[in-house]
C-alpha cells in the first residue's frame, strides 16, 4: 500500500515545541522535494516548508521562519518538522506532500492545537 503518514501532532501551550513525523510506505523517498503544508480553520492551506531531495535546500514560509525545521531521512523514509515557540495561528492540520513522476502523494494530516 503506497501512502504517506503523518503523525506528531497534538495540544500544546504557546512557546511549546512539537516534531512532526511523515513516513512513507509503498515508495521511496529521496527522488523529489517533499513539502509541509497547513491548513487552519476556514482558510486555504499554505506551503509551510520544503526539502530538496538530498536535503540540502530548504524553504520556509516567512511565518515559521527560525521557528521550524524541516529534515529528512531517506534512508528511513521519513520527514520530519521540527516545530518551536509554538503560536495559537499555528493551528491548523498539516500535511506532506511529495510529488514524484506522475505520482502525487498527500498524507492525511495530523492536527496541531495551539492554546493559552
Known amino acids: 500500500q503506497t501512502q504517506l503518514v503523518e503523525s506528531g501532532g497534538g495540544l500544546v501551550q504557546p512557546g511549546g515545541s512539537l516534531r512532526l513525523s511523515c513516513a512513507a510506505s509503498g515508495f521511496s523517498l529521496g527522488y523529489s522535494d517533499i513539502s509541509w503544508l497547513r491548513q487552519a480553520p476556514g482558510k486555504g492551506r499554505e506551503r509551510v516548508s520544503c526539502?530538496?531531495?538530498?536535503?540540502?535546500?530548504?524553504f520556509y514560509a516567512d511565518s515559521v521562519k527560525g521557528r521550524f525545521t524541516i529534515s529528512r531521512d531517506n534512508a528511513k523514509k521519513k520527514v520530519y518538522l521540527q516545530m518551536n515557540s509554538l503560536k495559537p495561528e499555528d493551528t491548523a492540520d498539516y500535511y506532506c506532500h511529495y510529488p514524484v513522476g506522475v505520482h502525487d502523494y498527500w498524507g492525511k494530516g495530523t492536527q496541531v492545537t495551539v492554546y493559552s
Open positions: 526539502i530538496s531531495s538530498s536535503g540540502g535546500s530548504t
